[in-house]
Structures are given as C-alpha cells and as structure tokens.
C-alpha cells in the first residue's frame, strides 16, 4: 500500500475562490475580477498547473456560483490529459468552511495538500516548489512568507481625556527582525490538515473566527509551521491600488 505520507506523496492543491471581492467594487465574486483581460482565477490556475506539483487542483467557488465552475472546466478541457484533474466545490460562509468543502473532495491517497488563494494569482513556480520540497523533506506545516519592512506598532484605543487627541495610543513595538508576512500556497501533511479542520468545526464561532489562515489553526493544535522564502509578486490582491500593481507586474514581465 502507498504511504501517503512519503517523498513524492500525491499532492492536491486547494483555490479558495469563495471571496466577494467587496473593496474591489466590481460587483462579481474576486476571482472573476479580469488582470489583463482573464479572471484572476485563471491566472491562478495558470501558475499551479505551471508549478506541476499537482495531481489535482479542487476550487471552492461561491455557493451557487455557475461562472467559476464553468471556467474551470473550460481550463480543464483547454488542457485535456496534460491538466491535473479539477475539481469545484461549494465554498462556505468563512474561509474555514471552504477550505473544509474542498478537503472532503480529495482525491483518496492524497498525502500533502497545498492552499492556495485566488487573490494571489502570480505566485511564481518557484514558491510551489519550495513548500511541496519542505513537505517532501518531512514537515507536516510550512508556509512560504516574506520579511516585514515597516515598522510594526501594537494599539489601543484611546480613553478619557487622551481620546480627544487621537483614537488610538502606541501600546510596544514589534521587533521586525522576527516579523514575516504570510503567503499562500500554504502546505500541509494531508492527515494532519483533515485532523485541524475537524477539530475546529467543534469549536465555539467566537474562537473559530480568530483562526484567519490554515497555518494558525495547525499551530493552535501545537503542529510545528516551517517557513521558506516567499516573493514579492505574490501579492494578494484586495483593493484596486493592488489590481493596479499587479498589471504593472504583468506588463513589466511582459516586456
């Protein structure tokens, strides 16, 4: 029997697709947002079948949603035998919940499963690369994450008299040396995803509603998180000053 659990295991790469795209204005779900004339979830799409670390790609799209399923099998006809197999699912009200609809579709032997955002839809080959190896070599979490350069303050709204000057007063500062920012594909040890997503189902939603990526909720479970370099042109795409960096990163590449 295959150990599903070794180098080289079967890897599924989870989209979530399930976003509104509120702050982006355009009145369709985020992954039909169009970048350069295609939905940024064919964007997305593009860059893990390019990566080939995929044995099947599952997409939580929204509920009821016609026209993200419909793209994804067109991306699949377009690709035919060369194309992982593709999966739609119905995403949930929460992240979490669409994450756990696509788990519950993997293929059986599925060994690592990598999460991935439709809003990051030029996550270079090589990021995919560096999780699935960190999986392969033995972790159970890792996420690909690049260093902070701001300074990071922690807050606290303001009381009293001090709340006519401002709303809010500096409370530490974070040593930025040890700060990274956070990147998707996120990669996991198959079992131990399924075993985290099945235990915060049973949690109370004031808890669940802390939990905002699949790396934390491994980590409340006191699971070791690896981290590799990220890239900068992984960027997430949620207001319009974004979609407008992330044209120019096309044209310049483009060019």
Known sequence: MTDPSRPGAPTAVVIVAAGSGTRLGYGMP????????????????????????????????????????????????????????????????????????????????????????????????????????????????????VPVVDTIKSTAPTEGEASAIAGEIVTGTAVREQLRAVQTPQGFDAATLLGAHEQAARWPAEQAAGITDDAMLVESLGTPVYVVP????????????????????????GA
């Open 30 to 145: 985020k992954a039909l947002v169009p970048l350069a004339g295609a939905p940024l979830l064919l964007h997305a799409l593009r860059g893990v079948v390019g990566a080939g670390v995929a044995r099947q790609i599952c997409v939580a799209v929204p509920p009821g949603d016609s026209d993200l399923g419909g793209l994804c099998r067109s991306f699949a006809e377009e690709f035919g035998v060369d194309a992982p197999v593709i999966t739609v699912v119905e995403g949930g009200a929460t992240r979490a919940d669409s994450v756990r609809s696509a788990l519950a579709a993997l293929a059986p032997g599925t060994g690592h499963v990598l999460v991935h955002d439709a809003a990051r839809p030029l996550t270079p080959a090589d990021v995919f690369a560096r999780v699935a190896e960190a999986l392969d070599r033995g972790a159970r979490a890792v996420i690909p994450a």
């Open 230 to 253: 990220g890239d900068l042109r992984s960027l997430k795409i949620t207001t319009p000053m974004d979609l407008h960096l992330a044209e120019t990163l096309l044209a310049t590449a």
